[in-house]
């Protein structure tokens, strides 16, 4: 099959479905644009409705002898797949980087060695199916559990880490024997197109993973709605989320929904300060700010305060940002400029509102001005209610504001409609507890801020939705769980027929 990818401008192939790469037939012509610079790192033509279509019936036309594979012949693939990846690890960096302005730092030593430690896991996962025992639980049936897999899983990725969503929404999907239709996002396609490529290198039969670029509005909604799409996969904003659920309700599909995030970080009085101060700097700025996890709040108990706003807004300032492609650089630009200025606004209204800016609250200028830069932001003065303090940024924004009582920090910590993820500064097993009881989120750190394992899981509470990724509970969510009941008396009149027969039994 041809090569998928091409970083230098050219023509690039939107789809990769039934084990062929081509490009879609919207007569939408898309572009993937590296957010440093504004150069163009690849064109396409999208994928339109009848593209997923063809790709969601390479999908079901390979359900059947996947699904049925021993688990070891799948586990077997994902092993190939990681050793393909990691031959290819640096390649993956770069387009990474290019695609999204990620630091090239980070796409080397997070993303892409992430992605391929989720394969290892997945490759695992795959022999390890668990169900109840089997026995007779009435003593005249045996029942017995199958897990099997659903379907065809259509997921839907967003931009801010693209290789690392479609591997959390491919690996456990195709682990369990499932078939899937990926659709990334449209700005950062490149990495997931790679990926399809690499499974029929690596002989993942054609079909299994299906990989289609496109719009939202087009792709997304003609995958969502497919009548032959038994679950979707989600990864993406919180609004867009509620459009899924509601377009999969017209054929019953099952959703799992990973969404937007507001994590609080809560410092309490007796927490090491350097360390809080150290992890407030990375928590945020990841990613340039761009994680679902990213710490955007915190709350500090009011002896630490001033120390702590001084240390952060020192090290914002020695963030070397600038450009992704040097291994010095520490924060890249936004994803695309339309995300920088949506960043901007966020902070410019804060301002306008009354809120005060410590550190930041620009755009990139020089050298900077011509990507999407937004430098390290230090808000203080905000209002709980404020919009900067409730609504998801997705932008290198940090909020901090003061607190008296723990109880009083709690609340504030959980005054949010989100729920992904939050953490926890004390060196105070109590109040460590406490907090890692009473926050309202999937994940709660303590003592740290965005570190995961393939190990375990990450998924929201309320508005950040539901469903785990990565772990063995989200291998589980890609299964659907079937009881089969078997009679073991042999016996054609049965007691229970007497509901029935209750006179000639
Ligand atoms: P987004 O919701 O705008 O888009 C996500 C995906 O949905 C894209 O592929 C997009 O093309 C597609 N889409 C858009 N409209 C659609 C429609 N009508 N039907 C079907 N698909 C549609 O999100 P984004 O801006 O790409 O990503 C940032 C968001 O993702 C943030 O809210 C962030 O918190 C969230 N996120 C969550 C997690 C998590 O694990 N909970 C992880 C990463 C990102
Ligand atoms: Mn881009």
């Not at 031959?87 to 030593?109: D, H, W």
């Not at 795959?126 to 259509?154: P, Q």
């Not at 965005?450 to 785990?468: D, N």
Request: include cysteine; charged fraction near 20%; charge should be negative.
């Amino acid at each position: 099959m041809a090569n998928t990818t091409q970083i230098d401008g050219n023509l690039t192939n939107a789809l990769v479905a039934g084990g062929v790469s081509r490009p879609g037939t919207s007569g939408e012509i898309g572009t993937v644009i590296n957010p440093a610079d504004n150069s163009v790192v690849a064109t396409m033509e999208f994928a339109g409705a009848l593209d997923v279509d063809n790709a969601v019936q390479s999908a079901k036309a390979a359900f059947k002898d996947w699904s049925t594979a021993p688990p070891a012949t799948r586990s077997a693939a994902l092993v190939r797949l990681a050793a393909r990846l990691e031959a290819r690890a640096e390649e993956y960096a770069q387009v990474e980087s290019a695609q999204s302005g990620k630091p090239i730092r980070l796409t080397r030593e997070f993303d892409v060695p992430g992605s391929i430690d989720n394969v290892a896991f997945f490759a695992g996962a795959a022999r390890n199916l668990e169900g109840k025992a089997a026995t007779e639980w009435d003593g005249v049936h045996t029942s017995f559990i199958r897990r099997e897999a659903v379907g065809v899983v259509g997921s839907i990725a967003p931009w801010n880490y693209p290789l690392q969503m479609a591997m959390w929404k491919i690996l456990p999907a195709i682990a369990a024997g499932n078939t899937i239709v990926l659709k990334p996002a449209a700005i950062t396609p490149l990495t997931s197109l790679m990926l399809a490529a690499d499974a029929l290198a690596v002989d993942i039969p054609a079909g299994v993973v299906n990989v289609v670029v496109g719009s939202g509005a087009i792709a997304g909604e003609a995958l969502i709605s497919h009548p032959d799409i038994s679950m979707v996969s989600f990864t993406g904003s919180t609004p867009i989320g509620q459009r899924v659920m509601e377009l999969a309700t017209a054929t019953v599909k099952r959703v799992h929904l990973e969404l937007g995030g507001k994590a609080p970080f809560v410092v309490f009085d007796d927490a090491d300060l350097e360390a809080a101060i150290h992890g407030a700097v990375a928590g945020s700025l990841i990613n340039t700010g761009q994680d679902c996890t990213a710490a955007t709040r915190a709350y500090v108990q009011r002896p630490l305060f001033e120390a702590f706003v001084a240390g952060v807004a020192d090290l914002f300032t020695e963030v070397v940002v600038g450009d992704p492609a040097d291994p010095a650089t520490d924060m890249g630009p936004l994803v695309a400029k339309r995300q920088q200025l949506s960043v901007a606004g966020f902070v410019d209204r804060a301002r306008a509102d009354g809120a005060n800016v410590v550190t930041g609250g620009a755009i990139g200028q020089g050298a900077l001005a011509v990507g999407a830069y937004y430098l390290p932001t230090l808000v203080t003065g905000a209002d709980q209610r404020s919009e900067i303090v409730q609504s998801e940024i997705f932008g290198p924004v940090l909020v901090v504001l003061p607190f008296d009582s723990d109880d009083e920090g709690l609340a504030l910590a959980n005054d949010t409609p989100f729920g992904l993820a939050a953490s926890a500064w004390t060196r105070s097993l109590l109040r460590a507890l406490r907090a890692s009881r009473e926050i309202k989120a999937g994940c709660v750190w303590v003592n740290d801020h965005i570190p995961i394992v393939s190990e375990m899981p990450h998924g929201g509470f309320k508005r950040s939705g539901f469903g785990k990724d990565m772990s063995t509970y989200s291998f589980e969510e890609y299964t659907q769980v079937k009881h089969v009941s078997m009679d073991i008396t042999g016996v054609a009149r049965k007691p229970w027929h007497r509901t029935i027969f209750t006179d000639n039994w």
